[in-house]
């Protein structure tokens, strides 16, 4: 059951905000007239053994004044207060999303979109050729660039991809299909002859170039193997990415999301923020995760020299909080990408071991040395690590770091954890470390039981995302979307991390096993987060001196069916006490519709991810996972 806000005017936009500010909590509330009270609500406030709470009181400098019973908070009422009522519907922090590419997101959105589909070749081809009508003014040079390609989705299943399916159609024109999860491109053969790719050239660092039986490349190109070819695909216009990112960000603002960890960021990122911010369109606090490659990370003086250009350069964009560098140590595990690196082969689908173990970008020294440079300049590490092996890998490498530098609060983290060794679950707490996980892919589906339970066997299947086995061993758990890799659906992802089966779940994964309590779930979404991006001390969860990072539910998620919770909608969006999104006003229903039409699109059988296939990574000069 939903319930709509009553408020007593129109609540204003004006109030002071705290963005980029880095002030602990007040030491006793204020008792100035607040600028907003919300009450009759039930408050969320992600602290444990907190005292139940109907209402919270926002003060003129976007901090929480009081937080309480509503009676005691008509105190704080002033002439010129603003008044909510929740009608019994969750105040809650906002949604910290600690592993995202929002500006992949408004760069697929300049593009058509196959929507994650699985199809035939047929089908494919189809929608190929209704897209090349459509811009039939580009021929004959001008790039078909098409987003949200499913690298598993070619039917029937185990049907490779290969440019002479995409030869075939009725065009000369260069065609890249860009891999929802962001490992993956698939190009055709005028593609590949502009790139001047050939049966010759090698595979880069971090990358591979897919190759045939006769040793000819197959046009499909995987992590920084994808730079090779996109490179050679023409920007859209600066202005058109702005404006794109802009809509995608108030679609964030709508789904309650008032922090971001932008986890692949370089130059062209961080250019793009600032004119966001100089527009006054960038609403959340944005904490850009510096991509440092595998050649880079071989060289820790070399790669924090290039952070710091990058963090000075970059230093007075209003809402930007620097300090995380993020590495891909390894791809993404499902067939027949199967770069993650494992500590076992993978299996050939029978059940026999094959000699592939997936990819290790980074070795266990390089990647500990690196993070001893980091910890010791006040950075943190973001491990991309989607295998047993590259989770390990990133493991090891913070214990190095720990032991040489003695630091004990560096809150270096390891993103996806798809597959994790029952040996390494402890480590985690033992070194401080935080398991930021993706858990609207911890369902049934094509991804995690078809494209993968036959080439990895039960017995490691079973370790698939295992948040309460991690949180049994006293791991830190944090949230996050990999959005685009999924459409931004921040409410399914939260209600995945309780029942494992989600909305578009062809069954429970490992619930019994691994399925989160639901205060466990809400708080790894907005305090585990901000603990890992060290915001804790600013936002994160409800209580007086905090930053007003708010949001205010249409329903009550800390006791609806858990069931529900997938449709929840946001009435209001709060960051610092600014108003950055309201159901009612025209720009929220807009943001409202496209949050809508992302979640009709269609997609294939439990299509969750892209970091991981629901894994994968967003560009590559910005990096992905």
């Given amino acids: 059951m939903t319930s709509s806000l009553a408020r007593r005017t129109v609540l204003a936009a004006g109030t002071a905000g705290l963005l980029g500010a880095a002030a602990g909590p007040a030491a006793a509330a204020h008792r100035s007239a607040a600028a907003l009270v919300v009450h009759n609500a039930r408050v969320f406030t992600g602290l444990p053994g907190g005292r139940p709470a109907e209402a919270v009181a926002v003060g003129r400098d976007g901090r929480i004044l ?3 019973r509503s009676r005691d908070l008509r105190r704080l009422i002033g002439r010129n207060t603003e008044i909510v009522d929740a009608r019994g519907a969750t105040v809650m922090s906002g949604i910290h999303d600690g592993h995202v590419h929002p500006l992949g997101a408004g760069d697929r959105a ?21 897209f090349l009508k459509d811009t039939a003014d580009q021929e004959p040079d001008g790039w078909l660039v098409v987003s949200d390609w499913n690298p598993i989705g070619l039917l029937p299943q185990g049907s490779l991809p290969h440019h002479s399916l995409l030869d075939a159609l009725p065009t000369r024109r260069p065609i890249a299909l860009l891999g929802a999860d962001g490992h993956n491109v698939w190009v055709n053969a005028r593609a590949l002859e502009i790139a001047g790719i050939t049966a010759a050239t090698p595979d880069p660092v971090g990358g591979k170039i897919v190759k045939g039986p006769d040793g000819k490349p197959s046009g499909v190109f995987k992590d920084d193997a994808q730079p090779l070819v996109t490179r050679h695909i023409p920007e859209p216009s600066h202005a058109d990415l702005v404006a794109a990112c802009a809509r995608v960000l108030a679609q964030a ?10 986890a692949m960021v370089g130059r062209h990122e961080l250019t793009t923020y600032q004119d966001l911010a100089n527009a006054g369109t960038l609403p959340q606090r944005i904490v850009p995760a510096i991509r440092i490659d595998a050649d880079l990370a071989k060289d820790p003086t070399a790669a924090l020299a290039y952070v710091r250009e990058l963090q000075h350069a970059f230093r007075h964009v209003p809402g930007l909080r620097f300090g995380t560098a993020k590495v891909f140590l390894d791809g993404v595990i499902e067939y027949p990408a199967q770069t993650a690196a494992l500590l076992a082969p993978y299996l050939d689908g029978s059940g026999h071991p094959t000699d592939n173990r997936g990819e290790l970008y980074v ?48 809150r270096n983290t390891i993103a996806h954890l798809q597959l994790v060794d029952p040996a390494d679950l402890g480590r985690f707490a033992a070194l401080d ?57 921040v409410w399914n992802q939260i209600r995945t991390a309780i029942d494992r089966t989600g909305a578009e779940g062809d069954g429970p994964l490992y619930r019994e096993l691994e399925g989160l309590s639901r205060t466990s779930a809400l708080r790894m979404h907005t305090h585990g987060t901000a603990w890992q991006l060290r915001m804790d001390r600013l936002t994160g969860t409800v209580r007086p001196g905090l930053a007003a990072d708010l949001i205010v539910l249409d329903r009550d998620v800390t006791k ?42 269609p997609r294939p059988s439990g299509y969750a991810a892209v970091h991981g296939g629901r894994h994968r990574v967003c560009g590559h000069d910005s990096g992905r996972p």
Avoid at 370 to 379: D, M, P, S, V
Avoid at 460 to 472: F, I, T
Wanted: one cysteine or more; aromatic letters at 6%.
């Fill in 66 to 68: 009081a937080v309480g």
């Fill in 433 to 489: 470390v935080v398991a930021c996980m993706q858990l609207q892919w911890a369902e049934q589906d094509t991804w995690t039981m078809d494209a993968l339970l036959p080439y990895i066997g039960p017995k490691r299947h079973r370790w698939m995302y295992p948040a309460r086995s991690l949180e049994k061993h006293g791991a830190r758990l944090s949230g996050g979307s990999d959005w685009p890799v999924d459409p931004l659906q």
């Fill in 363 to 410: 070795s266990g020294r390089d990647y500990g040395r690196l993070t001893a440079a980091f910890n010791r300049a006040g950075w943190q590490m973001h491990a991309h690590g989607l295998g047993d092996r590259a989770v390990r890998t990133a493991l090891d490498g913070y214990a190095y770091a720990r032991r040489t530098t003695g630091l004990r609060d560096a």
């Fill in 560 to 601: 609806c069916p858990i069931a529900d919770i997938s449709d929840t909608s946001v009435e209001l969006t709060l960051v610092g006490g600014r108003v950055v999104h309201d159901a009612h006003s025209s720009a929220g229903r807009a943001a409202i519709a496209r949050l809508d039409r992302a979640a009709a699109a």
């Fill in 253 to 262: 603002a709508a789904s309650g999301v008032t922090t971001m960890m932008d």
């Fill in 110 to 130: 300049l593009h058509p979109s196959l929507e994650g589909a699985e199809t035939t070749a047929e089908e494919l081809q189809a929608i190929l050729t209704g």
